[in-house]
């Protein structure tokens, strides 16, 4: 049995390869939580990370920094040397959080927080930092950063092979002397995805609200920049990027920002920027430093639409999406129409109330349609295909949770799911799929799966082929399901064509999927030639095992065909 504990990324060399399989032996180290309420109790938790993986829970107030264990002028700075994740906002004895990220104000002259040289995993989420001057957030194959404020920082640099920020706001920042004059700088250095997503960048002076600019060696030209549904306005410049002379394009993929100053680079983007929007956002009050949009602003409903953004919650802890389309910007406000919820209300092959229906109505409908369950009987409930169900043309929501006696799995290590609701394909016809967005569906396509069970699909239980940013969660592949015990599959998932960011499972034990009894691969990512998918996170999934201890394998775990692959913290057995 192989456990996954950080990543791999293919194209590796051979001995790269080799040295992934000999570390996928062990489980990752568990984290140990630490409850902060003084400068003394986080300095000894930061010290923590120097041997083990650390999250850092720090009480609401004002903490200045100064002479801590992450002030550099001091000697009782540390870098530390295993995973770390901080966060805020939380009450005496860390029983519970506020959703406010200011709730935790960090301030001080210079702050760094550095894995250097090790390069651990960084997460930072629920902080704010203001009137500092130089910040460094330094991680390694993850810097993450969620839900954060910085405001009146005049130089933060943030370091990470795979960099993210999301749900943020970036205010009256920037300026500072010498290297890094940006408000945000992202060292390109190793850099492979720099990801910004529903963040608000705003007032900030300097180079660039937002700089990717470090182009000394070669090694600074291979990444790819991902901006979608931010705002920027009222920045000297919005957006920086260098590359070498020696580089024809730079690869940054801008969609549904608000930009008031635009993009400075020194050469072409290689794809031109989709739905900018030149509209002023109209804050409510950006004298008080109030940067939430008012109820006018053109940022409102008309962001990308993705599905994975309905697992997020916004700056303020709201849910992220409310309406026909997400918010620009960090902020989702309640203004707009929700999704309709089309209802399963039995295990026929077709008719009203099947599932069969429910997807020919969401093809029909325009904008994201939502297909719950509640189908009479006892767990499980299979709905026996005679043939192949429409292919998902439209975005939409699939989740088998909503079937009442079905559950989520709690379990950091194994599954206790309980899935109520099984496609069994066992009399299709040759070819068949379960569930399958085929290479037709709209480029706006973006599907989540949620808690189905799947038996006998005889090329695949769930195909994405076409659209983009789908997820599959909670779900699984062959099996049993209580008393019910499923055929198996061709392919367990398949993920093919151009396809663009597709995560199956995720870092929640409620999001692990299982993937068993397959004839050929657990999980195949492949296209065909040169058009082959892009950017799938797979995380966090039992591949050849129900519980992680029995064997229920696959004639192949995980076969990988393109680029910017992310594989972590799986189990893959037999």
């Not at 000394?216 to 901006?227: K, N, Q, S, Y």
């Not at 499980?380 to 699939?398: D, G, N």
């Amino acid at each position: 049995m192989l456990a996954v504990p950080r990543s791999f990324r293919p194209g590796a060399t051979l001995a790269v390869a080799f040295a992934v399989l000999l570390a996928v032996i062990a489980h990752p180290a568990q984290a140990v939580d630490r409850c902060v309420a003084t400068i003394a109790q986080f300095n000894s938790a930061w010290t923590l990370a120097r041997s083990e993986p650390v999250v850092i829970k720090m009480t609401a107030g004002a903490w200045d920094m100064t002479g801590s264990a992450v002030d550099p002028a001091t000697g009782n700075y540390k870098a530390f040397n295993e995973s770390v994740s901080l966060q805020g906002g939380y009450n005496n004895g860390c029983t519970s959080r506020s959703e406010n990220p200011a709730a935790t104000v960090l301030t001080g002259t210079d702050l760094q927080f550095s894995g250097w040289p090790n390069s651990p995993p960084l997460r930072v989420d629920r902080l704010a930092f203001r009137n500092v001057r130089d910040l460094i957030l330094f991680g390694g194959d993850n810097t993450d950063l969620e839900r954060i404020w910085l405001d009146q920082v005049t130089s933060t640099y943030v370091v990470g092979d795979r960099t993210t920020i999301r749900n943020s706001v970036v205010t009256r920042s920037g300026g500072g002397s010498g290297l890094h004059n940006c408000a945000i700088e992202i060292n390109t250095y190793d850099l492979e995805t720099a990801t910004i997503e529903h963040s608000t960048f705003a007032q900030n002076i300097g180079d660039g609200a937002l700089c990717l600019i470090r182009s000394d060696l070669p090694e600074t030209d291979d990444w790819r920049l991902f901006a979608s549904s931010n705002v920027f306005w009222g920045n000297l410049t919005d957006i920086r990027l260098r590359k070498r002379a020696a580089v024809s394009s730079i690869d940054a993929r801008l969609y549904n920002n608000v930009l008031g100053n635009g993009v400075n680079a020194n050469r072409p983007l290689a794809m031109p920027p989709v739905a900018t929007s030149t509209g002023d956002p109209q804050f409510a009050n950006p004298a008080g430093n109030d940067w939430h949009p008012s109820s006018t602003s053109p940022a409102i409903n008309s962001a990308r639409v993705n599905v994975n953004l309905l697992q997020q919650k916004d700056f303020d802890g709201n849910p992220r999406w409310y309406g026909e389309a997400p918010d620009r910007g960090a902020f989702e406000s309640n203004i707009g129409t929700t999704a309709s919820v089309l209802g399963v209300t039995n295990a026929n092959d077709s008719g009203a109330g099947s599932l069969r229906q429910a997807l020919i109505d969401a093809n029909a409908a325009p904008g994201v349609n939502r297909i719950h369950f509640n189908i009479s009987g006892a767990c499980p409930r299979v709905i026996t295909l005679a043939s192949l169900l429409p292919t998902i043309a439209h975005p939409v929501v699939i989740d088998g949770y909503t079937q009442p006696g079905a559950s989520r799995n709690t379990a950091a290590v194994g599954n206790n799911a309980t899935l109520c609701v099984v496609l069994d394909g066992a009399n299709q016809i040759t070819g068949a799929y379960g569930l399958n967005v085929a290479t037709t569906a709209s480029p706006e396509a973006t599907v989540s799966i949620e808690g189905l069970g799947f038996s006998g699909h005889s090329i695949a239980a769930v195909q994405f082929a076409g659209g983009r940013d789908h997820r599959l969660a909670g779900s699984q592949v062959g099996g049993n399901f209580g008393s019910y015990s499923a055929l198996p599959s061709g392919t367990g998932v398949r993920i093919g064509g151009s396809t663009q960011g597709v995560r199956i499972g995720g870092p929640e034990p409620g999001e692990r999927n299982v993937v068993t009894h397959a004839l050929g691969a657990g999980v195949s990512i492949t296209g065909s030639g040169s058009t082959q998918p892009t950017d799938t996170v797979i995380e966090n999934n039992y591949i050849g095992t129900l519980s992680g201890g029995d064997i229920r394998g696959n004639e192949r775990g995980i076969l990988i065909n393109g680029p910017g692959h992310v594989v972590k913290d799986n189990v893959v057995s037999n």
